[in-house]
């Protein structure tokens, strides 16, 4: 005769299975519709230069795009990391947690199943690598503590390494890490766990200090100085991180834990799972703190979101997890709705957002394409940023230049392209922008200027002739190398491929 209990392990293990499978339908479906975006075709074109760094980042998304390209570039393969993430993630929250309560385990991970960043998170970006392996490292360090095995703690150290060789933000599970083994009852073996541990996890970090020494430091500069310029106090900036915080761990879940927090601290230290709290903790105080003077981006905080909803099991009660739950499907589904009707919205309906321009280039671009196409092979085809350039070498599987200065974001055409090796050749520059004949004709001979409509958007072809490599060189490149390759002397490296190719005097 079963009992209440048995029949709540049923009806959560039943609700589990339905979770996952639905929600793993509406990712694919997602990841198959939603047209590939900026930064995703970014980082395809580094899995088709197969390299050990690229400028922005550590390598790892471009190695797993690498071997996904060897069987095609549709959007739904080229996410299907992204779309497989938080499904693991889910049944490995499951996994952890059973053998305290399996009826709460099923519930805690239809929780994190149901989220709106782990139904919409299909897009492939640095993140997805950093999020699987993060959330790996950390439920193998669990195993390792629970079950006194070195054998765990290795291989904690190697998902930590690949988690670093996706983002730097793993060395903040470093911090967590640290803290939890400061903080915590210790011995001889986890002592000896932790060094193997970190000691598995260096190899990965030597690849990425090698080639940061061999190529300009271009990740390093890039995360801690480039883009961390005038930073200053902003109250805006911290109320942002509040917004996202509220958004990311949702009304009900914040309410329990302040409910909970008298007996929070107590629960948390008797608990085996508190390195999940560490996991979560230091690294949301670290935003906290970073906050008052950076724009926090919505996607920082995700590699460590998992260990949010297993730290849920300790102070939660089972009705609490219930409402929490509900309120959660309502929410995504809201998102979802939302999407739906951006989805199947016509083009024309974009037409008074900001971001109008850009969705026509994506989904017009072959229309445009039609236009330009015959000039292959007598002009080099290019554009001014790197994000229209990488949509292009998306769709049409070849590299479109980026021409001019851009920004401090997306430099690795810096890496892929020579510009000496374009002297005298033809230039074709396409640009969302009105272009003016006084910004491009120092470094043709002669050029000409296209109008382009497409969808009652206008865009514009440039056609430079006889490229003047001297000049591009002295008025762009030289600017260039000034603004983000100014290695400190303090610094050792070898010589800079800028400096290399074009000369620093």
């Given at each position: 005769m079963s009992t209440a209990a048995d029949d709540r392990v049923t009806f959560n293990r039943r609700l589990f299975y339905?979770?996952?499978?639905?929600?793993?339908?509406?990712?694919?479906?997602?990841?198959?519709?939603?047209?590939?975006?900026?930064?995703?075709?970014?980082?395809?074109?580094?899995?088709?230069?197969?390299?050990?760094?690229?400028?922005?980042?550590?390598?790892?998304?471009?190695?797993?795009?690498?071997?996904?390209l060897k069987f095609g570039n549709s959007a739904l393969l080229m996410?299907?990391?992204a779309v497989a993430m938080s499904t693991i993630i889910g049944v490995g929250i499951y996994l952890l947690l059973r053998c305290y309560d399996q009826a709460r385990a099923y519930l805690v991970a239809v929780l994190y199943m149901v989220s709106p960043i782990a139904v919409l998170g299909v897009l492939i970006t640095t993140d997805a690598p950093l999020i699987i392996f993060s959330f790996l490292s950390g439920a193998l360090l669990f195993k390792a503590l629970k079950d006194n095995s070195m054998k765990f703690y290795?291989?904690?150290g190697v998902c930590l390494g690949l988690a670093f060789l996706s983002k730097y933000f793993a060395v903040l599970l470093i911090g967590a890490y640290l803290a939890y083994y400061l903080f915590s009852d210790r011995n001889r073996d986890k002592t000896r766990g932790f060094a193997l541990l970190f000691l598995a996890s260096l190899p990965f970090g030597l690849i990425n200090l090698?080639?940061?020494?061999?190529?300009?430091?271009?990740?390093?500069?890039?995360?801690?100085?480039?883009?961390?310029?005038?930073?200053?106090l902003s109250l805006d900036k911290f109320l942002m991180w509040v917004g996202i915080v509220v958004y990311l761990v949702t009304p009900p879940l914040l309410y329990y834990v302040v409910r909970h927090r008298r007996e929070l601290a107590e629960r948390v230290r008797d608990s085996e799972l508190k390195i999940f709290v560490y996991s979560a903790v230091i690294p949301f105080a670290f935003f906290t703190v970073l906050s008052t003077t950076k724009d926090i981006g919505l996607h920082w905080p995700l590699s460590f979101y998992g260990f949010v909803f297993l730290s849920m099991a300790i102070y939660l009660t089972t009705r609490e997890?219930?409402?929490?739950?509900?309120?959660?499907?309502?929410?995504?589904?809201?998102?979802?709705?939302?999407?739906?009707?951006?989805?199947?919205m016509p083009l024309k309906d974009w037409m008074f957002t900001k971001h109008y321009d850009s969705i026509v280039f994506t989904e017009r671009n072959n229309?445009?394409?039609?236009?330009?196409?015959?000039?292959?092979?007598?002009?080099?085809?290019?554009?001014?940023?790197?994000?229209t350039s990488s949509i292009m070498s998306y769709l049409h599987r070849q590299h479109i230049v980026v021409f001019g200065g851009g920004s401090y974001h997306g430099r690795q055409d810096d890496i892929l392209t020579d510009?000496?090796?374009?002297?005298?050749?033809?230039?074709?520059?396409?640009?969302k922008s009105t272009p003016s004949v006084a910004d491009y004709a120092p470094y043709?001979?002669?050029?000409r200027i296209e109008k382009l409509v497409v969808a009652n958007t206008p865009f514009y072809v440039v056609f430079g002739h006889d490229f003047n490599y001297q000049s591009y060189r002295d008025m762009v490149l030289k600017q260039i190398m000034t603004a983000y390759y100014k290695i400190p002397d303090w610094l050792p490296h070898r010589s800079c491929y800028m400096d290399e190719r074009y000369g620093r005097r």
């Open positions: 339905i979770t996952l499978f639905s929600t793993l339908a509406i990712k694919i479906v997602l990841a198959a519709t939603v047209p590939i975006t900026a930064d995703e075709a970014y980082y395809i074109e580094w899995g088709q230069h197969l390299s050990y760094g690229y400028y922005d980042h550590p390598p790892l998304i471009g190695w797993i795009l690498y071997g996904l996410r299907s990391p290795f291989w904690s090698y080639w940061n020494y061999t190529h300009c430091w271009d990740n390093i500069l890039f995360n801690i100085m480039t883009r961390n310029h005038g930073m200053q997890l219930v409402t929490a739950t509900k309120f959660m499907a309502y929410f995504t589904a809201l998102h979802l709705v939302l999407v739906t009707v951006g989805l199947v229309v445009l394409w039609k236009d330009i196409k015959p000039y292959a092979g007598k002009y080099v085809f290019a554009t001014d940023r790197y994000t510009f000496h090796k374009y002297a005298g050749q033809n230039i074709l520059i396409m640009t043709f001979k002669s050029i």
